[in-house]
């Protein structure tokens, strides 16, 4: 890099600096005025409490983003944007969000027939966010190697936090708190490799960690909306839980170079397994989830819920399960049917408990939808929704 262009990036970090304790302040300044608000509709002592949690977290993501902001250009030989730019901004928008969530750590759920929904839909607005960020970076052409370090530390954080607070409230097993443990152990590995002086392998991009995290953020925003409940979170978050831990586990095995996945012979396996997959165990689940879900509703018997002595949200329901499964089963958009389906099954154990089936035919549909409809479907355009990068 030419010394005109490291001088010229000198300049630019002070006027990113001052950008950024601009929005740091605000930010603090904003978690102040909305612990004033909740002194006076939550009480003091929880209110104060929620303020010192959050500006913590706000003041922790501000520290990281300000390590990065020699990061602010697309690649390591241009030089530095002089703005943070808007999807930036968005970014430490989603930040705040999650710590504005997470001051509701160590606390009781709020009670109230609105106050009790804060929590979620706090951190819904900031899961909503995480898909606009990227495509106002794509929309405005400046995408950043700062964008893609603070989206993947706001991911953490937040699947952290929101995995803490589902936990306190008795939403998950205390098991899922290693979603939110995972990021940061993976980095802990990295960091003492390099301490010990042993090789780092590089990971292949992948487009399973992007929506797998997004399923995760979207099963996190409903465990903390006063909706659902015990076992049905539960048994689901287990469902979410394994591929995403699996995904990890892998990960490491590649950069600790236990996996070699740039060899024919790994290649080859890959090739096998996802085969595999898409031609047996991903149709297999479309199958299962048919299969459990009669039997479930055979066991049940007729009306499957009563609504104020009225049978009729049975019919509702039972239309319902018999669209989305039909769906499923003949592959069209399989993977939003799969979504409805865990919205019905939610709503028909509220009134009817669960079996050991239940639980597997809740895992079928979790699975279905993480993984997609395999082979021999009719349509898969919400496959390709999910994965692609919204402006590109």
């Known amino acids: 890099m030419s010394q005109k262009i490291i001088q010229c990036d000198e300049i630019r970090i002070k006027t990113l600096s001052q950008e950024l304790t601009q929005i740091s302040v605000g930010g603090l300044l904003s978690l102040g005025l909305g612990a004033l608000w909740l002194s006076a509709v939550w009480g003091a002592t929880a209110s104060l409490q929620w ?150 392998y590089p990971l292949a991009p992948s487009m399973h960690r992007r929506a797998w995290a997004g399923f995760q953020m979207g099963y996190l925003v409903v465990t903390l909306w006063p909706l659902f409940y015990p076992p049905v979170t539960l048994v689901a978050g287990f469902a979410f839980m394994l591929p995403a831990l699996t995904g990890f586990i892998v990960d490491w095995l590649v950069v600790s170079g236990r996996i070699t996945v740039n060899s024919d012979a790994a290649r080859r396996k890959l090739d096998r397994l996802i085969l595999f997959s898409h031609s047996v165990l991903q149709p297999g689940l479309r199958l299962a989830i048919a299969t459990l879900l009669a039997f479930s509703l055979w066991r049940v018997g007729f009306p499957t819920v009563v609504i104020g002595g009225e049978i009729w949200p049975s019919l509702v329901m039972l239309g319902y399960f018999a669209l989305a499964t039909i769906m499923v089963v003949l592959g069209i958009a399989g993977r939003y049917f799969c979504l409805l389906l865990l919205g019905l099954l939610g709503w028909f154990h509220i009134s009817n408990p669960m079996h050991f089936m239940d639980y597997l035919l809740l895992c079928c549909v979790v699975w279905s939808m993480f993984l997609g409809s395999g082979r021999f479907c009719l349509w898969q355009e919400d496959s390709h929704w999910i994965n692609r990068y919204d402006g590109a």
């Not at 697309?74 to 999650?98: E, F, K, V």
């Open 51 to 200: 303020l010192i949690q959050s500006s913590v977290l706000w003041l922790f993501i501000c520290l990281q983003t300000s390590r990065r902001l020699k990061l602010n250009r697309p690649d390591q030989a241009s030089p530095l944007y002089d703005q943070l730019g808007w999807a930036n901004r968005l970014t430490l928008l989603r930040s705040w969000l999650i710590a504005a969530t997470g001051g509701f750590l160590f606390q009781d759920w709020p009670e109230g027939m609105w106050l009790s929904w804060l929590p979620g839909m706090i951190y819904f607005l900031g899961a909503v966010l995480d898909r606009v960020d990227g495509f106002m970076a794509r929309k405005t052409g400046q995408i950043s190697e700062l964008g893609n370090e603070l989206d993947t530390v706001s991911d953490a954080l937040g699947l952290a936090v929101a995995g803490g607070l589902a936990w306190s409230y008795g939403q998950v097993h205390v098991s899922y708190l290693l979603m939110g443990a995972a990021y940061y152990l993976f980095q802990a590995g990295l960091i003492l490799r390099r301490m010990l002086g042993m090789a780092i």
